[in-house]
């Protein structure tokens, strides 16, 4: 079955650069959910689109934004990297009507800032 | 707002042994979700399983097993025979209801806690 593809898998960027973070949900998912974990934390929820809409919002930096195009693949931008920003960036996806199904998670994005 | 604790920061277990992981949260919400997710030294997260607030049903599947208590706000999974496949860390979390009780939204984890399993 199609998982969440998540791009690049590993990132490597310096300090005060940009980077972009892509998410492809699962056919016919329209939730997408960012989350970022750094070393030996735990996940934490950045931001969550429906339908191409933000429906919630968590602890995102201003530098970061985030979308949801029409063919609901997400992007995650982040711009003035920071050391701090160095972290495993997961993208979810669910279909907000079925609350039989979980949250699936793409693999991540390593990104790692020098 | 919603918290997910899990005090065992590590655990470590020889083969063959059963280990259980405790899960306590806390919420406002008459309905959530709460979730078991494991994740392997390569990264990735996987799902394991899902309960909604109305269902205090313990689970089995195979060597796993899950005991939700809402008397005492736990969550906790049982690992029977474990073995060295079994190393990783394990992530409790909980999801509230979005606004109109249809599903959930974002998750809140726990802090995790990393079992070791050796041969």
């Known amino acids: 079955a199609a998982g969440v593809i998540q791009s690049p898998r590993h990132l490597i960027k310096e300090k005060r650069e940009t980077a972009t973070l892509k998410c492809y949900p699962i056919?016919?998912?329209?939730?997408v959910y960012w989350y970022q974990q750094g070393p030996g934390q735990d996940p934490q929820f950045l931001i969550s689109?429906?339908?191409?809409?933000?429906?919630d919002k968590g602890s995102i930096p201003d530098r970061f934004s985030a979308q949801q195009f029409s063919d609901y693949h997400s992007e995650l931008n982040m711009s003035s990297l920071e050391l701090g920003d160095s972290a495993l960036y997961f993208c979810?996806?669910?279909?907000?009507?079925?609350?039989?199904?979980?949250?699936?998670f793409g693999d991540g994005t390593r990104l790692s800032i020098l | 707002a919603q918290k997910v604790t899990q005090a065992q920061t590590e655990i470590s277990v020889v083969e063959k042994e059963d280990v259980t992981l405790d899960c306590v949260y806390e919420?406002?919400?008459?309905?959530?979700?709460l979730f078991w997710y494991k994740q392997p030294p390569s990264g990735e997260l996987v799902f394991l399983i899902r309960?909604?607030?109305?269902?205090?049903q313990n689970e089995i599947s195979g060597r796993y097993s899950w005991n939700f208590q809402k008397s005492t706000s736990s969550f906790n999974f049982t690992i029977t025979a474990s073995q060295v496949v079994d190393s990783a860390v394990y992530f409790c979390?909980?999801?509230?209801?979005?606004?109109?009780?249809?599903?959930?939204?974002?998750?809140?984890f726990g802090q995790g806690t990393i079992l070791t399993v050796h041969p």
């Open positions: 979810a996806s669910s279909l907000l009507a079925d609350s039989n199904q979980p949250q699936h």
């Open positions: 056919p016919r998912h329209d939730t």
């Open positions: 689109f429906y339908e191409k809409m933000q429906s």
């Open positions: 919420t406002r919400d008459t309905t959530y979700y």
């Open positions: 309960r909604n607030s109305f269902d205090e």
């Open positions: 979390a909980l999801s509230e209801a979005n606004a109109g009780g249809t599903s959930y939204g974002k998750l809140t």
